[in-house]
């Protein structure tokens, strides 16, 4: 089993839709969490951490559940700018590593 | 100004042969990475250096020889090239070493095929 797992999709969406995407991560010694894009042929980019007590940026919530150990990124009013491939990062206790999930594809269409 | 440079972008080479990937980074940040991204797009840290010093080193070829001359730059070497070596690799640094807010900064990546 991976550590980092989310729904490959992909998932296409019309512009202006809400889409959400999950992610678990097997591993309860993980400390941070972060949600990551990459366009493709392009690399990954931080897009936010997320916290406990959940977070939001603009059209962006970011989710935890510690007990579940789920994290999920929810869109609000789809652009086709937010077309790309979502990455969940989750970072270990001690900080020595970092793990990608595979990534979520995302297809905004108008 | 790029903050995580490296090259070359392309790499298209033979079996067999030793190839060089450099990375540079302005940002001052203490730590460097190579991650690699093959063709299902799973990306997979390599290895982390930490004020020159070697700190992550996952079950990676011996072929694969990382050097860190200062904290600014990472370079990776590749002895005897395999098919299986084709993918993207990607250095990062970051600042927060061990921190839990760290933030990784990406190069453009070097797309690297075996022939």
């Known amino acids: 089993r991976k550590e980092v797992e989310q729904d490959p999709g992909p998932f296409n969406v019309p512009e202006g839709a809400t889409v959400a995407f999950n992610c678990t991560y097997s591993?309860?010694?993980?400390?941070?969490f972060f949600w990551y894009r990459q366009d493709c042929r392009k690399e990954p980019k931080l897009l936010m951490s997320?916290?406990?007590s959940g977070n939001e940026d603009g059209r962006f919530t970011a989710q935890l559940n510690r007990a579940s150990q789920y994290i999920s990124l929810l869109i609000r009013d789809s652009k086709l700018s937010d077309s790309a491939t979502y990455l969940c990062?989750?970072?270990?206790?001690?900080?020595?590593?970092?793990?990608f999930g595979a990534g979520t594809r995302l297809f905004v269409k108008a | 100004d790029t903050a995580v440079s490296q090259t070359p972008k392309y790499l298209v080479t033979q079996m067999g042969n030793d190839k060089s990937i450099k990375c540079e980074q302005n940002?001052?940040?203490?730590?460097m990475y190579w991650y690699k991204q093959d063709s299902k797009k799973f990306l997979k840290i390599m290895f982390s250096?930490?004020?020159?010093?070697?700190?992550i080193n996952e079950t990676v070829p011996n072929r694969f020889s990382p050097k860190s001359p200062d904290k600014a730059h990472l370079n990776l070497h590749i002895n005897s090239l395999e098919l299986g070596d084709s993918a993207v690799y990607f250095c990062?640094?970051?600042?927060?070493?061990?921190?839990?807010?760290?933030?990784?900064?990406f190069g453009s990546g070097t797309q690297l095929s075996v022939l």
């Open positions: 990062a640094s970051s600042q927060l070493y061990g921190g839990t807010n760290e933030k990784l900064f």
């Open positions: 591993n309860s010694a993980s400390q941070s």
């Open positions: 997320v916290y406990s």
């Open positions: 990062v989750v970072k270990r206790t001690g900080g020595f590593k970092t793990i």
């Open positions: 940002l001052g940040h203490d730590t």
């Open positions: 250096y930490n004020n020159k010093e070697l700190i």
